[in-house]
């Protein structure tokens, strides 16, 4: 992929993700709940980037097979089980303290679903299907343009949160909130440099999101901040230690004994 056509897809991809808020402000009012408006936006956001990574030829990097799926789970291991036991300790702990969700059952479905297309989804789709795999095809396969693509990623990835300050004043627990998800991004694009399965990645993704989530955002119906899941005095210190973590599961997975599973073409390779 020539560098022209490398930006040309990058910037496309950037500008068609503010297609569903336009879309969204022009005929929202005919949807009167904003759980589906989410839902809505996330799926136009997630189909124009699918769109953008099969015409611009990546379209081999959506394919899907169970093995590299299973891989990329396991390759993801610990994310994917940290997910899954805060999740069942959140949704415990809703429901023994709680019980049916404030946000209500059809909107706490929603929720979910708006979550896995914007999170999962185009979030995965965005940095790590079209900006890292776009980066690597335009420096060529080897070991340098694939960290390199990483780091690009990962980079973009955090600095994106920047627009949380958009609606939050939690100032200090969002310029943390940029620093690890650099971490986490990095980690998330190791996993899916060895599995080279793009799904198992918007799993994990998605299901981390929802288990930081559906207590406050669903079973209690409030605004979830950084700060608020981690608490204000310790949030400093919480982040540093999730970024350090992330660096150091990434440089595992990236290790010189696995690192050539990052140079196989195929899912099925992986």
């Excluded at 958009?166 to 943390?176: F, K, Q, R």
Aim: some cysteine; overall charge positive.
């Amino acid at each position: 992929m020539s560098r022209k056509k490398c930006a040309a897809g990058i910037i496309s991809a950037l500008a068609l993700s503010t297609v569903s808020t336009v879309v969204i402000s022009r005929f929202g009012k005919y949807i009167e709940n904003r759980y589906m408006q989410s839902t809505l936006a996330s799926l136009i956001d997630a189909l124009l980037l699918i769109a953008v990574i099969v015409l611009f030829g990546q379209g081999d990097k959506l394919r899907f097979t169970f093995r590299s799926f299973g891989k990329g789970l396991v390759v993801g291991g610990t994310m994917t089980a940290a997910s899954l036991i805060m999740l069942t300790i959140n949704t415990f702990k809703g429901i023994t303290e709680i019980g049916t969700p404030r946000i209500g059952a059809i909107n706490g479905l929603l929720y979910s679903a708006a979550l896995f297309l914007s999170v999962g989804m185009t979030e995965e789709l965005m940095y790590r299907g079209v900006i890292m795999n776009f980066v690597r095809e335009t420096m060529g396969e080897g070991k340098k343009s694939m960290i390199i693509s990483m780091i690009i990623s990962s980079v973009m990835f955090g600095v994106v949160h920047l627009f949380n300050l958009a609606y939050t004043d939690d100032v200090i627990g969002t310029l943390c909130q940029v620093g690890y998800a650099m971490s986490l991004g990095f980690m998330l694009a190791a996993v899916y440099a060895r599995s080279h399965n793009i799904w198992a990645n918007v799993i994990i993704h998605f299901l981390f999101d929802l288990s930081l989530l559906i207590y406050g955002e669903v079973f209690k119906n409030v605004t979830v901040t950084v700060s608020s899941l981690a608490g204000e005095h310790s949030i400093v210190l919480i982040s540093a230690a999730i970024f350090a973590a992330g660096i150091a599961v990434s440089m595992f997975l990236l290790r010189k004994k696995k690192i050539g599973e990052c140079f196989e073409n195929t899912p099925d390779a992986a």
